[in-house]
């Protein structure tokens, strides 16, 4: 049946090539479609191969061959994925060499193709397809949502497959296209996929920020906006200790929806400059991605890590200074490791102090303990109002007697 095909397919391409009408060869080619789209199994894979090896004949008029080849895409989205797979492949194969004339549909294609590996969850392949669209090298102009689009679909592929450099790569070319497009839901899904980027690539303080704002989008379902509110209270907390995890925590702390999140207990401590110890983590450890759980250079994971800048800082807060033993018994690490992140710390000014090796004492620098009261002062605050709050809400009969008593007290 295929090779039938075959040779009606080129007698049509003699026809066509012969002087006949632009619009009686393309009826005849839409209706030898039809037909071979009546095939089953390996005969319609043939057939379609046949088709295509036509259509892309140079003997074919290109106005022809490109309206054709857009019909045969759209029919190309109704077959079984393994057929489709197999015959997507040939057609780019097959249309290689004259790419530039068939840039959209070469477009329409690879788009379906790694739909298709998406389904298989084989991101790399998905990705590597969409990366072989022309947008900034071909012919055709692009319009900026397409563009934004594609590459945002590239980066979260690639972050699918974890390969974040490969994503940043992406989401940067997609960045250079946000300020053209007026398409809310795309600026959406940048801020997101953005958000996951610097997540994988552990810049924790900028993740949070980008996290944060994306809690606050109404546009986006409730469930959403609180996984991005959890995904920015995650981060803060594995972020390294320092000023602008400290207005972080101060954000995320007097938002009263981080109060329903099972990781509040943290954030209090820190917001605070409580101690944690490490069985206070068990329950958030259970809240991290596996990208999270890494290592770093040290051998120490990153939250551990990122708990025991906390607990230093929350330490030079205590104390005037106190000895490497003592230092790392408190932090709960061996004490030259205490040591080295101490210093570590006061050379990037992320903390206020000097090392005396010879004594072997990590001396802090006095601060003004007003700002610390005021944050305990603030917190007390706080609680009393979210008692008043359940208090209004499970008897407010009685709420109302007590404040109308206070104002003919007043």
């Excluded at 393994?82 to 549909?105: D, W």
Aim: hydrophobic residues 40%; charged residues 25%; aromatic residues 8%.
């Amino acid at each position: 049946m295929a090779s039938n095909f075959r040779q009606q397919l080129s007698q049509l391409a003699t026809l066509s090539h012969g002087g006949g009408s632009h619009k009686d060869v393309t009826e005849k080619y839409k209706g030898f479609l039809e037909e071979i789209l009546k095939s089953e199994g390996s005969n319609l894979v043939q057939g379609l191969q046949a088709f295509v090896e036509a259509l892309v004949n140079e003997n074919v008029s290109l106005v022809i061959s490109r309206q054709l080849l857009s019909d045969f895409c759209s029919h190309l989205t109704k077959l079984p994925d393994a057929l489709a797979k197999e015959v997507a492949h040939f057609t780019l194969e097959k249309v290689h060499t004259r790419v530039i004339s068939f840039e959209e549909q070469v477009g329409a294609i690879r788009q379906h193709l790694a739909n298709i590996y998406e389904r298989e969850q084989s991101w790399r392949e998905a990705a590597n397809v969409l990366v072989g669209i022309p947008l900034e090298t071909g012919q055709r102009q692009y319009p900026a949502d397409y563009k934004l689009n594609t590459y945002l679909k590239i980066a979260r592929l690639y972050l699918e497959d974890e390969d974040p450099v490969q994503a940043e790569a992406y989401i940067n070319r997609a960045s250079l296209l946000q300020a053209d497009s007026k398409n809310e839901e795309l600026q959406i899904r940048y801020k997101a996929c953005y958000a996951r980027v610097l997540d994988y690539r552990r810049k924790f303080i900028e993740a949070a920020a980008r996290y944060n704002e994306l809690s606050y989008k109404t546009m986006i379902a409730e469930e959403e906006r609180m996984t991005a509110l959890k995904n920015a209270l995650i981060c803060t907390i594995l972020a390294s200790a320092g000023q602008q995890r400290s207005r972080m925590l101060a954000t995320l702390f007097k938002d009263e929806r981080c109060q329903q999140l099972p990781a509040y207990n943290i954030l209090e401590k820190m917001y605070l400059d409580r101690i944690i110890r490490q069985t206070d983590l068990q329950e958030f450890s259970a809240l991290l991605e596996p990208h999270q759980k890494a290592s770093t250079s040290d051998g120490s994971t990153i939250l551990n890590r990122a708990v025991t800048e906390h607990n230093l800082l929350s330490a030079s807060k205590l104390y005037n200074n106190i000895s490497f033993a003592e230092l790392g018994s408190l932090l709960e690490i061996p004490p030259s490791k205490a040591e080295k992140i101490a210093s570590q710390m006061i050379t990037e000014e992320r903390m206020h102090g000097c090392i005396d090796q010879i004594d072997s004492i990590v001396h802090f620098e006095e601060r003004d303990p007003l700002p610390f009261w005021d944050k305990q002062i603030q917190s007390l605050c706080f609680q009393v109002n979210q008692i008043i709050e359940k208090i209004d809400q499970t008897n407010p009969e009685w709420m109302i007697k007590m404040v109308d008593s206070e104002m003919a007290q007043g």
